[in-house]
């Protein structure tokens, strides 16, 4: 009898489709891809008010810098008076940076397991607002360093690129005490081609566990909160920018982060979560507010490099 061959029939097995219903499936938390380091409201020097209002009181100056004394009389050659104040000062409202978070109990109650979705949702909409701010403390027009630079404080790039001419510049206007550079990361990369081409490839320093461009030993800090043709995420076409030069810290007369203390539901400097409530459908709200404002205590504390071009990436392939 002849032998039955077996050896294409195909051998029966579960399935991967039936097997994974029974698998369980490791998930991250959401990913945002929005989210950055915000290095700038880590390297401000924050100060907390009690009313949400600052008085930026500033002296009364003359002609010159030394001549800041309003004179009575002048005995053996000794001036006497006293050193007046602006009868002006400019005050700082905090502003509002606010959002409701909406979340259906039942879903709540049903789908937490792994990760709480009152906690996750809360978590994104603070890591949302807290990008807003770093935004707003650059581009409101009320109070962010780029629109509130004095006239004086702004100079225009000599060929475009920014060059080391130019941050030398720059640095004449904020020479006392500069603190460190803000630049979109494409700015940064173009600095550090037209330094490189000239012979002077910028140093590195090591802040925050991270490594940072520097330029006379000032570090040059990356931030998307200053737009590329009025973009956030340019893609690679050329565009223009501008650099910024900061002094920070009250003891320097250089910029403050301005922040509300004691809110009820604080939950970080300056950020409260709070529960309003659950409705007739179920559906439970929060209220998160951010109070901030940022005070530019001199002049000089602040410098702007206009009209920097950051180059086409496809020019440097």
């Keep these: 009898m002849a032998e039955q061959d077996n050896s294409n029939l195909a051998v029966p097995a579960l399935g991967s489709s039936a097997a994974y219903q029974l698998a369980n499936v490791t998930k991250s938390a959401p990913q945002f891809d929005s989210l950055t380091p915000r290095w700038i409201t880590r390297l401000f020097d924050w100060k907390g008010l009690e009313t949400g209002i600052y008085r930026l009181n500033k002296v009364q100056e003359g002609d010159t810098p030394l001549d800041i004394l309003c004179s009575t009389g002048d005995t053996s050659n000794i001036t006497e008076g006293f050193v007046d104040y602006s009868t002006s000062p400019r005050e700082y409202v905090l502003n509002s940076i606010s959002t409701i978070i909406n979340v259906n109990t039942r879903v709540s109650d049903i789908y937490s397991s792994p990760f709480n979705q009152i906690q ?14 770093e935004s707003q403390l650059i581009n409101s027009d009320d109070y962010g360093l780029l629109k509130n630079a004095a006239a004086s404080q702004r100079i225009q790039t000599r060929n475009g690129a920014p060059t080391p001419d130019d941050l030398d510049e720059l640095i004449s206007k904020v020479w006392k005490e500069p603190s460190y550079f803000l630049a979109h990361p494409r700015a940064i990369a173009a600095i550090g081609r037209e330094c490189t081409r000239r012979g002077v490839p910028p140093q590195t320093v090591q802040l925050f566990g991270a490594h940072f461009l520097t330029w006379r030993g000032i570090p040059i800090i990356p931030t998307d909160k200053l737009f590329v043709d ?9 565009g223009k920018t501008n650099i910024l030069l900061v002094r920070t810290g009250e003891n320097k007369q250089g910029v403050l982060g301005l922040y509300q203390t004691g809110l009820p539901g604080e939950q970080s400097r300056g950020l409260s979560v709070r529960f309003t409530g659950i409705d007739k459908q179920g559906i439970g709200s929060y209220l998160l507010s951010l109070y901030c404002s940022v005070a530019i205590l001199a002049d000089d504390a602040i410098g702007v490099l206009e009209d920097v071009d950051v180059g086409n990436y496809y020019d440097y392939e």
């Design 120 to 133: 996750e949702q809360l978590r994104l909409a603070i890591e949302s607002i807290k990008e807003r701010q």
């Design 230 to 238: 009025g973009h956030k995420n340019p893609k690679g076409q050329a």
